[in-house]
């Protein structure tokens, strides 16, 4: 009996086996142009000027919402498109390019939403990188809310007027040597948890959030860009102290004009006014190299900041420094002495003279003991000046201003 309930069950498995095997098929029984497939694996085979195109033999629906595309190799230029589009999609034009679809380019990092001009969206990927694409639960009827992951990680979502059913996983390629690997059965749900998580952890470190999308280190740039009161600014809950002396940020998307400002603040700082250009604040600005301490005109400083770049900001406090501060809620021991570190040691081995600080716009001083607040760029100390620290003292402060911008925030990367 027992060897007849094995063999039925064999069966069972091997039925079960060619029907996933059939389904897989189908799926990728799609529509394509100018690529080569082996298994679920996509090379691109035209000349570079000819988009090279491949979209599902099925569409998106309740049970299969979610697709990924891994990057095996970027080819010349790393034109890889990853999205979705109705099923009769043109296969000579990329994924996005024409209306009813939506896509991620890996080159550029934009979205594309049924139009050749892309909007900033995301990272660029490259090779090993994956990206995924999906439709989120909560879509209603007639407007679908599509996402688009890197590496398991949200990058961001765009709500589209079409209803579930009618749109198809697609892949787009450009130049010569680009190759891919698609995963029409890949799931997504359990990583969107855990991130969740780690944006309730990282948002208690910010006392102050203007314009600015906090997803756990990541600072995203949310206003409309279009002026200079379009400041996104973001202060960290506590001031620098002789504990925490010092914090960076990683420029992880330089936006359209890399307005990225990094510096210190008082607490009660204007909200739309980017770091440095009110008393009580200096900055270091990442797109012109700028110095700006309580003015809208910047000194010059250092070198610009690009796309990739890690800026750091600290204060080297006098050797006898404390500070009353009480400020609710900050269990900082202003009392330690900092641990030695390559920055701190840098700047004491410096002793060249810097310049007074000037007045003040309207003559108006901030009153406090006196500070150096040092500037770094990847690593090494761009400049110092020397400051009146305000009341409370100076809070880690970041300021955005152009569309895209995205920076990755280490408010202690001296400690530990």
């Known amino acids: 009996m027992d060897d007849i309930n094995l063999h039925y069950r064999f069966l069972n498995w091997r039925r079960r086996i060619r029907e996933i095997r059939e389904v897989r098929a189908v799926r990728y029984r799609g529509r394509m142009k100018r690529m080569l ?57 990329q994924p996005g390019w024409l209306p009813h679809s939506v896509a991620f380019h890996a080159d550029d990092g934009k979205l594309y939403n049924g139009n050749t001009v892309g909007q900033q969206f995301g990272p660029k990927c490259c090779r090993g990188d994956r990206i995924g694409c999906g439709i989120s639960q909560d879509s209603d009827d007639g407007q679908l809310t599509v996402f688009f992951t890197k590496n398991g990680k949200e990058v961001g979502s765009v709500d589209v007027p079409e209803s579930l059913d009618v749109l198809y996983p697609a892949v787009g390629m450009h130049s010569l040597g680009e190759e891919v690997l698609l995963d029409l059965n890949a799931e997504w749900g359990p990583e969107d948890d855990d991130g969740q998580m780690i944006v309730d952890s990282h948002e208690e470190d910010w006392s102050r959030l203007h314009d600015v999308r906090v997803t756990g280190t990541l600072l995203e740039y949310t206003g409309k860009g279009k002026g200079n009161v ?61 110095l700006f301490h309580g003015s ?25 420094f404390s500070l009353d501060s009480g400020d609710e809620g900050d269990d900082l021991d202003f009392d330690v002495v900092p641990k030695p570190s390559q920055v701190q040691n840098n700047l004491y081995a410096n002793n060249e003279e810097e310049e007074e600080e000037e007045e003040e716009e309207g ?29 409370g003292g100076f809070y880690p402060t970041i300021g955005m201003m152009s569309m895209g911008e995205k920076v990755r925030v280490d408010l202690h990367p001296l400690s530990g």
């Not at 910047?298 to 890690?310: A, I, S």
């Not at 003559?363 to 009341?391: A, D, I, M, W, Y």
């Open 230 to 290: 379009d400041v996104g600014l973001a202060q960290a809950r506590r001031p620098l102290s002789t504990r925490f002396h010092y914090y960076e940020l990683e420029i992880t998307d330089a936006g359209e004009k890399c307005y990225i400002a990094l510096g210190l603040a008082r607490r009660d700082y204007p909200k739309n006014r980017h770091p440095g250009w009110s008393r009580g604040s200096i900055a270091y600005h990442a797109d012109d190299g700028k």
């Open 363 to 391: 003559g108006e001083q901030l009153e406090g003991r006196k500070v150096t607040v040092f500037f770094t760029r990847n690593g090494k100390v761009v400049g110092r000046r020397e400051v009146s620290l305000p009341p």
């Open 37 to 93: 497939r082996d298994g679920d694996v996509f090379r691109y085979q035209g000349n570079s000027e000819e988009v090279g195109c491949f979209v599902a033999a099925r569409p998106l629906s309740q049970r299969n919402r979610y697709f990924e595309v891994t990057i095996i190799d970027t080819g010349v230029r790393g034109m890889i498109a990853v999205g979705l589009v109705p099923q009769l999609y043109k296969l000579d034009h």
């Open 296 to 320: 809208g005109v910047g000194d010059p400083f250092g070198p610009c900041c690009l796309e990739g770049d890690t800026m750091g900001c600290g204060i080297m406090f006098p050797r006898d």
